[in-house]
């Protein structure tokens, strides 16, 4: 049962561009919601995370914007370096059993010069 | 230098033998989790534990099983009763119970079935 669905499953962008990667959730009780970065033969590291009562989270080049009412997120990547070139995953948990993250399915970004 | 660390890096399994990963934390974190990755399919969950002597099964438990003997070991083993063990293996731990807290990931084990 995929809890959080995640899209695309790869996205090319330009240097300098923004990278939008997009992420919808089932279970109304979910109330986190972390984004992570992978390099390849690495483990995730978070990047950035967002409650369900604010709207939007900015740290540096990249922002969380969360729709409560469509069950939506997505991580905007600004000025997209080639650095930033990585697997980006979605996840989300909820309140007491283990505090357990559901994943999302994964998005390969390349920043291309 | 805290950290997760996963040994071994590489591993390779001839069928119907039982394998065990390790992994070990110095964070001094309550929780750990085993999560299994596949191209394609994200990270599931095997099994956690939030305390010593004690783990639940995730997602993904049949074929694997663990113990937490110590907080900073949480060591994973591969029976011969998984079909299809190839994959790669993420070891994370996390502080407390809140649920803001970060999980922190190991660097993984990579698992070759022969």
């Known amino acids: 049962q995929q809890q959080v669905k995640q899209s695309p499953q790869s996205l090319i962008v330009q240097k300098g561009g923004i990278s939008i990667i997009n992420c919808a959730y089932e279970n109304t009780a979910f109330d986190y919601f972390p984004w992570y970065q992978q390099f390849p033969g690495k483990g995730p590291a978070l990047l950035i995370a967002?409650?369900?009562?604010?709207s939007e989270k900015k740290e540096g080049r990249f922002t969380i914007s969360f729709n409560k009412s469509a069950k939506q997120f997505s991580l905007h990547i600004m000025d997209s370096q080639p650095g930033d070139s990585a697997t980006y995953f979605c996840?989300?948990?909820?309140?007491?059993?283990?505090?357990?993250?559901?994943f999302g399915t994964g998005t390969q970004l390349k920043v291309e010069l | 230098d805290g950290g997760i660390t996963q040994s071994p890096k590489y591993l390779f399994r001839k069928e119907g033998q039982n394998v065990t990963l390790s992994c070990e934390q110095n964070l001094n974190h309550d929780a750990m989790y085993w999560y299994r990755q596949d191209p394609g399919q994200g990270l599931r969950l095997i099994y956690y534990s939030q305390i010593v002597n004690d783990f639940q099964k995730g997602d993904i438990a049949e074929g694997y099983s663990v113990s937490r003997e110590k907080k900073e070991s949480f060591p994973l083993t591969v029976t011969s009763a998984q079909k299809n063990p190839t994959a790669f293996y993420l070891c994370?731990?996390?502080?407390?119970?809140?649920?803001?807290?970060?999980?922190?990931f190991g660097p993984g084990t990579r698992l070759t079935v022969l």
């Open positions: 967002i409650r369900p009562d604010v």
């Open positions: 996840a989300a948990s909820m309140t007491g059993g283990g505090n357990k993250l559901t």
């Open positions: 994370a731990s996390r502080a407390g119970t809140g649920i803001y807290n970060e999980q922190f």
